[in-house]
Structures are given as structure tokens and as C-alpha cells.
């Protein structure tokens, strides 16, 4: 069984910059030596994903941006029913800024709809590592997302759940995105059992969403990444279909082997080879989720 995903498929992670630094500058301290490569544009991602269509996009704002998301917004703004994002805010800093709440629903009013926090191990630690969301502006982005139906997407380490579990329990309806399934890897073979216990726990709180992907490095690295089957299964029993979104992290850091045929690869071992997927669980997964939270608003 498949489902026919031409034009339907929405990508739920990918990193987008461009070369053009005249018109988008790097933020102070980056350097063109930083960047992953010379540029990531929706034109470099169609280039291996237009065999299967017109496919829709939310793109992460890039680090070297920073707080400056002119790139991904003149791309909505250009094409809104194509793209979405996912915007960053301070959560926490030292210099005099609006308010992260503000900031969230300004920007939502242009096409983002979640907004990227960084686990204590993703970024410099300060205060008590074991509850690095215990500070009055992350109450506030819980509380905004809350009221305002827009997402936190969470790059953590698996085992800092304990501290969003909590904050997940004081705020239940703000929806939560996992990225790259929170951490959880098949290295040398071996099943991340109690990464993937940690994970399918936080399935317990009606709004946490989790992204699926890089499939491309989750295990063994080699299409068509049969070896994901199992932990792809214990998370879409725990979580749904509904509350769970394909992404490729096109752009990233960890690049695909061979783009061209890797990438259909990913959406095939959703579409393809997991036989425990109805059709309706791989229109969930491949873009329903993301269309619903992303697009039909």
C-alpha cells in the first residue's frame, strides 16, 4: 500500500539561506566560513524533491540570521500557500528586547507559526541545568502559544525531557513540536530503547507533536533505512499518526549521501515499506499533520 503524495508532501524541517548577503546579511560575528555550504535555497531543495511535485515547506530560521527573518519571510510572503515557519525568539538574554510573547505574535502575523528553543545541552548552560525552562519568559511563550495556537520546537537532548514534561503539565494546551525525534539514534545496530521510552512518555500530553526525521541519520545512514522500522512503529503507536510530521532537515548539517534518490528514499520508507501504516496513518505523517497545524489555520 501507498498513497499518491505528488504536490500533497510537506517537508515539516528544512534550513534555508541564501548568497544574496547584500539584501540579507549575516548576522555580526558569522562569516561566510560558517555557513554549512554556500547556500540553501527552496531552489536547491526542489532540485531533488520537485519528482515529487510542488512540495510544501516550513522552513527553520537560520542561526547566522539571527533574530532577523527577512529571508523566510519575503519567501511567504512570496508564496504563502508553499511555505510556513519556524522563527526564533530569546527565551532568555541579557540586553533590553520586546517581550518574547510580542515577538511571537508579530511574527506569526506574517507566516510563523512555531518558534525554536534550544535544550540546555544545545546551548550554553546557565542556571540549573535539570529545569532549564524555569525562567518567567518561557511561561511566556508557553502561555502565547497557548492563547495563540503557535508552536515551541524543541532542538533538546533526549534526556532533558524531564524539565518540558514538566512544563507540558503546567501548560497543557500549548502545542509542543519535538525535532528530530528528540535525539533518538540506532547506532552500531543498537536500539535506543530508553531514549525511545523517554520519548513516547511525553505522548501523554495531547499537544506535543513530534517530527520525523533526519531519516537519513537516525540509523545506518543507507536508503532505504529499513533498520528505522521499529523505532518509527513504537513512536507512531504512542504518539498517532495525527501527532506526527515528516521532515527531511534538508539543508542541515548532516547531509544526504546521494540527495537525488535519498530523498524519495525517506518518503518511501514512510509511504512504502512501513506495512504496519494504513494509507490514512502515511497521509498524516507525510503531510496532514503539518497541514494542519501549519497551513489550515
Same mark, same amino acid.
Given at each position: 500500500m501507498s498513497i499518491d503524495v505528488q504536490d500533497r508532501l510537506i517537508d515539516a524541517h528544512i534550513h534555508a539561506w541564501t548568497d544574496d548577503f547584500e539584501k540579507y546579511p549575516l548576522m555580526p560575528g558569522f562569516t561566510r566560513e560558517d555557513l554549512w555550504r554556500p547556500h540553501f535555497t527552496p531552489a536547491d531543495h526542489q532540485a531533488y524533491s520537485g519528482q515529487l511535485g510542488k512540495v510544501r515547506i516550513n522552513?527553520?530560521?537560520?542561526?547566522?540570521?539571527?533574530?532577523?527573518? @527577512?529571508?523566510?519571510?519575503?519567501?511567504?510572503? $512570496?508564496?504563502?500557500?508553499?511555505?510556513?515557519?519556524?522563527?526564533? /525568539?530569546? %527565551?532568555?538574554?541579557?540586553?533590553?528586547? @520586546?517581550?518574547?510573547?510580542?515577538?511571537?505574535? $508579530?511574527?506569526?502575523?506574517?507566516?510563523?507559526?512555531?518558534?525554536? /528553543?534550544? %535544550?540546555?545541552i544545545c546551548r550554553q548552560a546557565f542556571g540549573d541545568v535539570s529545569r532549564w525552562l524555569d525562567y518567567p519568559t518561557y511561561d511566556e511563550m508557553f502561555e502565547v502559544g497557548a492563547e495563540h495556537n503557535l508552536a515551541l520546537s524543541f532542538l533538546m537532548a533526549n534526556q532533558e525531557l524531564p524539565d518540558l514534561e514538566r512544563m507540558c503539565s503546567r501548560f497543557p494546551d500549548t502545542p509542543v513540536i519535538l525535532d528530530h525525534v528528540c535525539g533518538c539514534r540506532i547506532k552500531e545496530g543498537v536500539f535506543p530503547e530508553e531514549q525511545i521510552q523517554n520519548l513516547c512518555a511525553m505522548a501523554r500530553h495531547r499537544r506535543v507533536m513530534v517530527k520525523m526525521g533526519p531519516l537519513h541519520a537516525l540509523g545506518d545512514g543507507n536508503a532505504p533505512y529499513l533498520d528505522l522500522l521499529p523505532m518509527i512503529k513504537r513512536i507512531v503507536d504512542s504518539f498517532g499518526p495525527e501527532r506526527c510530521m515528516w521532515e527531511s532537515d534538508s539543508g542541515g548539517?548532516?547531509?544526504?549521501?546521494?540527495?537525488?534518490?535519498?530523498?524519495?528514499?525517506?518518503?518511501?520508507?514512510?509511504?512504502?515499506?512501513?506495512?504496519?501504516?494504513?494509507?490514512?496513518?502515511?497521509?498524516?505523517?507525510?503531510?496532514?499533520?503539518?497541514?494542519?497545524?501549519?497551513?489550515?489555520?
Open positions: 522552513l527553520v530560521q537560520m542561526t547566522w540570521y539571527g533574530l532577523d527573518h @527577512s529571508y523566510i519571510l519575503d519567501l511567504i510572503a $512570496a508564496e504563502p500557500d508553499r511555505f510556513v515557519g519556524t522563527g526564533m /525568539v530569546p %527565551g532568555v538574554c541579557d540586553i533590553s528586547l @520586546s517581550s518574547p510573547g510580542k515577538n511571537m505574535v $508579530a511574527l506569526a502575523q506574517k507566516g510563523i507559526y512555531a518558534f525554536r /528553543v534550544r %535544550g540546555g548539517p548532516v547531509r544526504m549521501k546521494e540527495p537525488q534518490t535519498d530523498f524519495p528514499a525517506a518518503v518511501a520508507l514512510i509511504n512504502e515499506h512501513a506495512d504496519f501504516l494504513s494509507d490514512g496513518d502515511r497521509e498524516y505523517i507525510l503531510y496532514r499533520t503539518a497541514e494542519e497545524f501549519f497551513f489550515n489555520r
